[in-house]
């Protein structure tokens, strides 16, 4: 509908016409009193407007107080608003005032002036009377004093970096980029540009008596909106305000989404260049092509074709636990199979003692049934993670190994019961000998070391082993660092020894163990190893190739493959023959930095597998994913290493980021490059630049042109390479690059549009910090001032960069488990004055909970976008949903949503381990009573009344979602840790 009357009868007309209009889930205007010839908005969100009252100087001025119009004395025919929220007016004499808040005071420049924009940063412009070719002459308040500009214009707004956009007398649009004017596409009478960048303007299309409204996209086009009006001013969400030719007052404001009570789930199936980090493996051992392996944080992905070229991936969406360790895929005689996963963290709270961290299958992965330990078994919550599942080599004996020692389930019995094993021990590692001999590695503590027990864990026995005895670590990622053949005739592990590691082999069944010699003497030390690191190796797989009469061995640290051989008519005399070799033939094998295939993937080798048949195949799994080889030679650096695409269907990327426009879609992981779909449907995907892109922050439409990406790591806390792309921070720094402030800041920047970020940048000795701003995209810094923030070195300041704006930036500290919230009024205005707020808030213990486990530092933490005031966050402390809302100084818990969560007890919001069980929560731009929080363990959850009620969407497989990015109003794209993307459709 056209936003015009021709009488007042015409617009109860046009309101009912709206009413029933198919747009009624779009934005609406909505009329405000009183009439007005023009309008502005400071940084800080206050209206002002020239009335429409004759008075001396023009018309008269008035406040917008939240519920009508305050009039001050004066006059004028023009007015901006400054980030303080104070009127600058030209009146009708062409002279400049500003008001003090209480007086105006004369602020004229040499020559009369015709219009005024001022900045979100404070900087103020004027288009003058002295004409010249395309309008009249620009002026720029510098240093308390007018100085001219080059330039030409009738019309001028400033944007939050101080630089303006014009309208000259052909309507021709302009915006000011590095002291040069950048001409835009389409024409204009006015134009306004919101503190946080955006864009829009009255065009010279005739709309009644008015003419239309126009959004500048950010790219080289302007979208339409309905209405027509003839001045215009753009608040701090970047939503207009605008006056027509009748002088009315229309604001634009959110109409309230329907959403379906059944919106449709699709997990994208996206064609990308890698897997995502891979965590467990399981091949069967009866049936090579079957292989099912996990992401890092659960989500199960299932092959029956694993020896194929082609291969394909099932999605176990039924499976819903978290943090899978280990997973033992165990034959039937009937050609079926069972499958069993432990996992280390649990946000089940069960109503018995007994740890429900085991499941199985009978159904190859399809239809899962708890199997938990005897109810008798107490075992406390601190001790229920598992690592290793191992089954009997004469027969279906399963043994489950984790910090409560190790559990056995004979055979033929549904019953798991507890083994002895030295006091007090965790084991973290476990093989199964064909003799019925168990090795079990202990983590360190008094007894940490090797043991054997002959009599299937009845009686155990320290092994002989070179002192000081190995320790175990409590890792996921090297719980295989004790690794049997698969006849179970010889075993190795790798002892960690503060500084490296070394490789062992036994060929008495784990009785007694010999160091490996190479040709650097003693033993393989990580520091000696080219391309290794301190960590260790990650896997051991021994082969015996019967057809060769030969002991394959093959090992992985986190950024190479290496690979001996040693011959023997059985595996024991070759690895006896390998012990013994003084300069046994080690090959450097593959490494990752220049190795065909893993480049691209990520490095950190996980585990290593090997597939039966003709060929023979390996398979390798990385924080990249899965490549796979034949093996066609005796040097692995000539295998043909593929790694796995995710089209196949195993998307297993942990996503913790997910943003784009209508017609473009990002996403960033940890382990891999960010991906980028151009068409936004998420089809076809490419690799965009760095490895670890997984914090992306999106110049969205509206502000810089072109469109741009900007990826961040933040465990460097700075900007990874090839991510910025429209300055060259010449001749300050390299290309493309972003040049941190002073060394690495401490958090994600926080982004204002037009190339203005803020970066703190870290805790200066014996605490506080200072705060860095840019406004040329990260290439020149200055010191905010007096924005020094309290708190103690080595701590760090978490922040939301959707929760700020050019007027409000909110930042949460955990300073020494207390959460103080600081709010900065207006962070672009260098008024000296401007400083921090600590709200005085309470309700909210042990600070606001944390995102993720490795790197990622985001808070669970949203602010209503329509009002600052407005917060949700996870409490740490409690893992408890809290809410705050304006006019009000505590927080306080969300009943509904504990209760919706909990489920009767079944579900807590601390897991086992101490984590959250909230892991994002985000206010739909399109309805800021519409929020979306999404957990690890219960899925998605959703608020239609601003965070009051929640209701639970129940979806299958979609687990742990990190990021959500609203493509319209009812649709919106979830990004999830380890299981993929998902597209919901309200």
């Known amino acids: 509908m056209k936003l015009f009357q021709f009488t007042v009868n015409m617009c109860a007309l046009w309101c009912m016409l709206f009413i029933f209009s198919p747009q009624a889930h779009a934005d609406i205007w909505r009329i405000m009193p009183g009439q007005a010839n023009d309008i502005a908005i400071g940084a800080n969100g206050q209206i002002w407007a020239i009335g429409n009252a004759p008075t001396g100087g023009g018309f008269n001025i008035v406040k917008w107080n939240g519920t009508t119009w305050e009039a001050i004395g004066g006059g004028g025919v023009r007015i901006a608003v400054d980030p303080k929220g104070m009127p600058w007016v030209i009146n009708n004499g062409g002279q400049v ?125 302007w979208n339409t909106v309905d209405g027509g009006g003839t001045q215009i001013a753009v608040d701090h969400f970047g939503r207009p305000i605008i006056t027509n030719h009748l002088k009315e007052i229309y604001r634009r404001e959110y ?68 943090s899978v360790t280990d997973i033992l895929i165990l034959p039937l005689s009937d050609g079926g199979s069972e499958v069993y996963v432990t996992c280390s963290d649990s946000y089940k709270n069960p109503a018995t003692p007994t740890p429900l961290i085991y499941m199985r299958s009978a159904s190859g992965g399809r239809s899962w049934t708890r199997v938990g330990f005897s109810a008798s078994t107490n075992i ?37 019961s507890r083994l002895g094993m030295p006091p007090g021990s965790g084991v973290t590692a476990l093989e199964a000998m064909s003799d019925g001999t168990l090795i079990v590695g202990v983590e360190s503590g008094l007894s940490s070391g090797v043991y054997y027990s002959p009599d299937n864990g009845t009686h155990w026995h320290p092994a002989v082993c070179p002192s000081p005895l190995p320790s175990f670590r409590n890792s996921i990622t090297q719980r295989f660092a004790l690794k049997a053949d698969a006849s179970g005739q010889i075993v190795m592990l790798s002892k960690y020894t503060g500084s490296g590691v070394q490789l062992f082999g036994s060929v008495d069944y784990g009785r007694s163990w010999t160091a490996f010699r190479n040709q650097w003497g003693t033993g393989w030390v990580a520091s000696r190893i080219p391309g290794g ?56 094998g593959v490494t990752y930095s220049g190795g065909v295939g893993f480049n691209a993937g990520h490095e950190d080798t996980r585990q290593l597998i090997f597939l039966e048949g003709t060929p023979r195949k390996m398979g390798i799994t990385s924080d990249g994913g899965i490549s796979f080889q034949n093996i066609t030679s005796d040097n692995p650096e000539t295998f043909p290493w593929v790694l796995e695409n995710s089209n196949t269907g195993l998307n297993a990327l942990q996503a913790y980021n997910v943003t784009g426009s209508g017609r473009e879609l990002y996403f960033g992981t940890q382990d891999n490059s960010y991906g980028y779909n151009s068409n936004g449907d998420g089809r076809v995907w490419s690799a965009g630049g760095g ?74 000795p014996g605490g506080g910090s ?59 205005n260098t008024d000296p004055a401007n400083t921090w707020q600590y709200p ?31 917060m949700i966050a996870c409490e740490s402390s409690t893992g408890k949903l809290k809410i705050i809302r304006a006019g009000s100084s505590t927080w306080t818990e969300v009943s509904t949503f504990t209760a919706a969560y909990e489920d009767r007890g ?35 959850f959703i608020s239609r009344d601003g965070g009051n009620n929640w209701t639970r969407l129940n979806f299958e497989g979609l687990f742990q979602p990190t990021d959500f990015h609203w493509k319209s109003p009812q649709e919106v794209i979830v990004s999830t840790n380890a299981r993929g993307l998902f597209r919901i459709s309200f």
């Not at 290793?388 to 004979?410: C, E, H």
């Not at 924005?787 to 939301?800: D, L, M, Q, V, W």
Request: one cysteine or more; glycine letters at 12%; aromatic letters at 12%.
């Open 97 to 221: 005032w500003q008001w003090n808040g209480t007086t105006w005071v004369a602020r004229t420049a040499a020559g009369a002036a015709t219009d005024i924009g001022i900045g979100a940063n404070g900087q103020v412009w004027i288009v003058t009377l002295s004409s010249t070719p395309g309008g009249f002459r620009l002026q720029s308040l510098i240093n308390n004093s007018w100085t001219n500009i080059d330039g030409a214009g009738n019309r001028i707004s400033v944007g939050p970096n101080g630089q303006p956009w014009i309208v000259n007398s052909s309507g021709q649009i302009y915006e000011r980029i590095n002291g040069r004017w950048d001409e835009k596409t389409g024409s204009a009478t006015d134009i306004s540009v919101g503190a946080n960048g955006v864009v829009w303007v009255i065009g010279r299309n005739a709309v009644g008596g008015s003419f239309g409204v126009h959004r500048w996209d950010g790219n080289s086009n």
């Open 255 to 322: 109409t309230p989404t329907t959403l379906s009570a059944t919106p449709r789930v699709i997990a994208m199936n996206m064609d990308y260049y890698a897997a995502g980090r891979i965590s467990a493996i399981c091949v069967n051992p009866s049936n090579p092509n079957h292989v099912i392996v996990s992401g890092e944080t659960g989500g199960l992905f299932e092959t029956t074709n694993a020896r194929s070229t082609t291969r394909s991936w099932t999605h176990l969406r039924d499976f819903d636990e978290f």
């Open 380 to 416: 406390a919550k601190e001790i229920r993670s598992a690592y290793r599942l191992v089954k009997s080599k004469t027969d279906n004996t399963i043994y489950a190994a984790g910090k409560f020692g190790i559990f056995q389930k004979p055979e033929g019995s549904a019953i798991w």
């Open 533 to 588: 690191g301190a960590g260790g190796f990650e896997s051991i797989l021994p082969v015996f190739n019967t057809s060769r009469n030969r002991l394959e061995i093959y090992v992985s640290n986190a950024e190479n493959i290496f690979y001996g051989y040693s011959s023997g008519t059985t595996a024991q005399a070759a690895l006896t023959n390998a012990l013994n070799n003084a300069t046994f033939p080690w090959q450097p």
């Open 691 to 764: 490895k670890e892109g997984y914090v992306l922050n999106r110049q969205g439409v509206g502000y810089d042109n072109p469109w741009t990406l900007y990826g961040l790591q933040a465990n460097f806390g700075k900007m990874t390479g090839n991510f910025i792309d429209v300055n060259d921070c010449s001749p300050a720094g390299s290309p493309g690059r972003w040049n941190a402030p002073t060394g690495p800041g401490r958090g994600i920047p926080i982004w204002f549009g037009a190339g203005i970020y803020i970066q703190d940048d870290g805790p200066a």
């Open 770 to 828: 200072s705060w860095k701003i840019t406004y040329d995209n990260g290439c020149t810094w200055s010191n905010m001032p007096n924005s020094t923030f309290p708190r103690g070195a080595g701590e760090k300041a978490f922040f939301s960069s959707t929760a700020n704006s050019p007027f409000n930036m909110i930042v949460t500290l955990n300073n020494s488990g207390t959460t103080v919230i600081g709010r900065f009024a207006n962070p672009l």
């Open 840 to 870: 005085s808030m309470s309700g909210l213990t042990g600070g606001i909970a944390v995102v993720g486990r490795d790197f990622l530092t985001n808070p669970v933490l949203a602010v209503n976008p329509n009002d600052p005031q407005h």
């Open 906 to 940: 079944r579900y807590s919001l601390k897991s086992t381990t101490g984590n959250v069980g909230i892991w994002s929560i985000d206010f739909s731009p399109y309805d800021p009573q519409i929020v979306l929080l999404g957990t690890v363990a219960r899925g998605l």
